[in-house]
């Protein structure tokens, strides 16, 4: 079983960082992809990046793409979500995600593990 708890989020102004955390209490990370997904009021979740159970390979939402870097840390069974130059339209909800197969990586629906979110507001 997978128990994942997101941190990190918090109030910044644009053009500011914030590094988001994700902590696993469950069976190893290292079985499971992990992705971020964020959800603004009234929008849907959306995609934002993946990273494979190795830490090998990396996606990314060509809307972060270049500002936002996803990485792992299995020892310690944490996941990350650097984010920089942060923008207005960064701000919502970020939620870490987690299963052992995904086949669709962008669609939320086929991802079985979840947070409960980390909210994350980005000021001009």
């Known amino acids: 079983q997978v128990q994942l708890l997101e941190s990190g989020g918090g109030d910044v102004q644009a053009g500011g960082s914030l590094r988001l955390t994700c902590t696993n209490s469950?069976?190893?990370?290292?079985?499971?992809?992990v992705a971020w997904f964020r959800q603004a009021p009234g929008k849907e979740r959306e995609f934002v990046a993946h990273?494979?159970?190795?830490?090998?390979?990396?996606s990314y939402a060509s809307s972060v793409e270049g500002r936002f870097t996803i990485s792992r840390d299995n020892a310690k069974n944490v996941g990350y979500l650097q984010m920089n130059t942060l923008k207005p339209e960064d701000t919502a909800v970020y939620y870490c995600?987690?299963?052992?197969?995904?086949?669709?990586?962008?669609?939320?629906?086929?991802?079985?593990?979840w947070g409960h979110g980390t909210q994350v507001t980005v000021s001009s």
């Open positions: 469950g069976r190893p990370f290292s079985a499971y992809h």
């Open positions: 990273i494979n159970k190795s830490g090998g390979t990396t």
């Open positions: 995600a987690a299963d052992s197969f995904v086949g669709n990586v962008l669609r939320a629906a086929n991802w079985k593990f």
